[in-house]
């Protein structure tokens, strides 16, 4: 074989390296490490993680009035706002629907309006002062849900709140 020819292979070779390595850089991008990796290489504290960090532990603006927290406690509705008489239903922290109310001598609660009989929805009733299902009957005394009169005998599930100025809190 020519020197010749050895030349042209080798140039040809040398082309196609070229090329390939050319390529390679273009889909992978730039091989230089960035800041971060050489910080992390070195061991120096990664400043971009800890401003990612405090961002997430923003509260969000658009959080609905019902949902805001007060330290682990959820504003229900506003004490001004009851009716006395008036049940105001809503789902508590752990998704038990759930009737506030305000009795005639003005004291609030909260319990799980589920019956424990057989899962209907109770009402308040501001005449009797008491909780009663529509379905068999059941009859629940306001401050802790306790039965009064049947089929069942099993107390409805309390809420546990507090009046903090004129905010009923869940306390979860
Ligand atoms: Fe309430 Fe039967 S479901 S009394």
């Known amino acids: ?21 050319a390529c390679t850089k273009a889909v ?3 091989s230089e490490p960035t800041s971060q990796e050489t910080k992390e290489a ?3 504290p990664n400043d971009e993680s800890t401003s990612e960090a405090v961002v997430e532990d923003t509260p969000s603006q658009n959080a609905p009035e019902e949902t805001q927290s007060q330290g682990g406690e959820v504003v229900i509705a506003q004490v001004s706002a009851l009716v006395a008489g008036e049940g105001f239903n809503f789902k508590a922290n752990d998704g038990t629907d759930a009737i506030l109310f305000k009795t005639s001598d003005e004291k609030v609660y909260a319990l799980s309006r589920i019956c424990t009989h057989q899962g209907c929805s109770v009402n308040f ?13 059941a009859e629940y005394e306001t ?6 009169s049947g089929p069942t005998e ?6 546990n709140i507090k009046i903090d100025g004129d905010n009923v809190l869940e306390v979860v």
Do not use: E, Y
């Open 143 to 148: 401050g802790q849900g306790n039965v009064l």
């Open 154 to 159: 099993k107390a409805l599930k309390k809420i």
């Open 42 to 44: 070195t061991g120096q």
């Open 28 to 30: 992978s991008g730039t």
């Open 125 to 137: 009733d501001l005449s009797q002062n008491k909780l009663v299902c529509p379905c068999h009957g």
């Open 1 to 21: 074989m020519s020197s010749r020819r050895i030349l042209l292979k080798i140039g040809a070779i040398s082309a196609v390296s070229f090329i390939i390595t």
